[in-house]
């Protein structure tokens, strides 16, 4: 089989804030349709990683490099990643649509009234377009802030407990975008605490402990901590 | 980057600032409210008579505007960090440089409602004539100096607890130019002495375009992480 490039390509991460290592030479690809799950406790880094490779944190140390190319552009990178986050991202004082339209204009999209219809009934929020989203529920607010990261059709989601405050309909939905993203050729890196949603989604698994990373063999839950594994995944 | 793009990038910001504003009515009220409260002050504090008039008034007038400013800007800046909204902005590809301009331009329209509200609120209470083109020039400047930086640091003040301290404590000292031109152009040309205070006109515009050049290229490095 052809060898497939990575559309990450992170090595040898490292992030500390001040004297605490949150992560530890962790190195991780992303290729075209997987999806990959992070899970691990609270504090281990997860969400530090993401946010390093949405381009909102800088490493202490290590590389990234994006769809194989080294030295692209950080507004070509941004283009093509979706990323959710703990908070929504969004203005609470505007309604979903007004949002909406803010990152169509931030992103310089096209059609922009169309593909807001296109994200909201994706997301099965197309009655709450125009609700101000202080006023929706944290599930709902949750369904905008995906529908926010799927607006300028990404082709890398990096999605940081993104199951947070979605009901079982919610997750199903989350989980079919997920599988279908990836079939189109698009790749997903996510964290969660939810063990069967990790085991539904992921192709791959790892887990994260004191800023370290581990591959999880296949169908295996993600406690207790492995033993580490050598490969181009991991630098224990 | 594209004109168009970046334009539209710009746009996008700044219907989305005035938006806000109009919903919360939070900046421009609150920085209204505190300038009218201290020239209210300085109106009952003060005996303004004659040169004096002219001289302590155009001090009054700029101690006003510069915390009304700090004050919006500090807000501002606040509203921004709200449920990470910042990220998603910063996550986007905007240029920084167009980014900047964009809060700028964002900052401009607020702070030159209050500049307006408060020049007439000064004239009327101070007796000085401030509306006329060479003090609303000054004014102008000066409050586009003081928009650049609050604009810059603003968002680098807001990332620490201590933001409402931080933000003037960053922003005095670099604005201590603005702040002497500003009240010397001011006083000069209230006491009709016109010719003095070209200098100093000169020194505002100066500074504001160093600013404009600096804020545009360093932008970046003072929103991100």
């Not at chain 1, 989203?133 to 993104?162: K, N, Y």
């Not at chain 2, 409210?33 to 201290?38: E, I, K, Q, S």
């Not at chain 2, 505007?65 to 998603?88: D, T």
Request: aromatic share 6%; net charge positive.
């Amino acid at each position: 089989m052809a060898a497939v490039s990575p559309l990450i390509r992170a090595t040898g991460l490292s992030k500390r804030y001040g004297v605490r290592r949150v992560l530890r030479d962790v190195s991780l690809t992303l290729g075209p349709g997987e999806a990959v799950v992070i899970v691990g406790p609270n504090g281990a880094g997860k969400s530090t990683l993401l946010r390093i490779l949405a381009t909102l944190v800088r490493p202490s140390a290590g590389t990234v490099w994006y769809f194989d190319t080294p030295g692209l552009p950080l507004a070509q990178i941004r283009r093509r990643l979706g990323f959710v986050g703990h908070q929504t991202l969004l203005y609470e004082d505007l309604t979903v649509a007004e949002n909406l339209r803010l990152y169509a204009g931030l992103y310089a999209l096209d059609n922009v009234a169309a593909r807001i219809a296109r994200v909201v009934e994706l997301l099965g929020i197309a009655h709450l377009a125009h609700e101000r989203v202080r006023t929706l529920s944290r599930g709902q607010q949750q369904r905008a802030g995906l529908a926010r990261a799927l607006l300028h059709d990404p082709t890398i989601l990096l999605f940081d407990e993104p199951d947070t405050g979605l009901d079982q309909q919610g997750r199903q939905l989350l989980h079919a975008l997920i599988a279908e993203h990836c079939q189109r050729g698009g790749a997903v890196l996510l964290t969660t605490h939810a063990v069967d949603f990790a085991t539904t989604v992921a192709t791959r698994q790892f887990q994260l402990c004191d800023g370290q990373l581990w591959p999880l063999p296949e169908g295996q839950a993600a406690s207790p901590i492995p033993a580490p594994v050598g490969g181009d995944h991991v630098r224990p | 980057m594209s004109v168009p793009s970046a334009v539209r990038q710009l746009a996008a910001v700044v219907r989305k600032d005035v938006v806000l504003e109009w919903r919360g009515r939070e900046l421009v009220s609150g920085m209204v409210l505190f300038a009218v409260l201290a020239l209210l002050t300085f109106n009952f504090a003060f005996d303004l008579t004659g040169v004096n008039r002219a001289v302590a008034g155009a001090g009054a007038l700029w101690v006003a505007l510069i915390f009304a400013s700090l004050l919006g800007l500090g807000r501002s800046a606040s509203v921004e960090r709200m449920h990470g909204a910042w990220e998603g902005v910063l996550l986007s590809p905007i240029d920084r440089g167009t980014l900047f301009l964009a809060k700028l331009v964002s900052s401009l329209l607020f702070l030159g409602l209050v500049d307006a509200v408060v020049l007439v609120l000064f004239a009327g209470l101070f007796g000085v004539p401030v509306l006329r083109l060479p003090v609303i020039g000054i004014v102008a400047l000066g409050t586009i100096g003081l928009a650049l930086l609050g604009t810059l640091l603003s968002p680098m003040a807001a990332t620490t607890r201590a933001r409402e301290v931080l933000l003037p404590v960053m922003l005095f000292p670099l604005a201590v130019p603005v702040v002497i031109a500003a009240v010397r152009a001011t006083v000069l040309v209230l006491t009709e002495q016109p010719r003095d205070a070209w200098a100093w006109i000169q020194l505002l515009a100066g500074f504001d375009l160093l600013f404009l050049g600096v804020g545009y290229l360093i932008f970046g490095a003072a929103a991100e992480d």
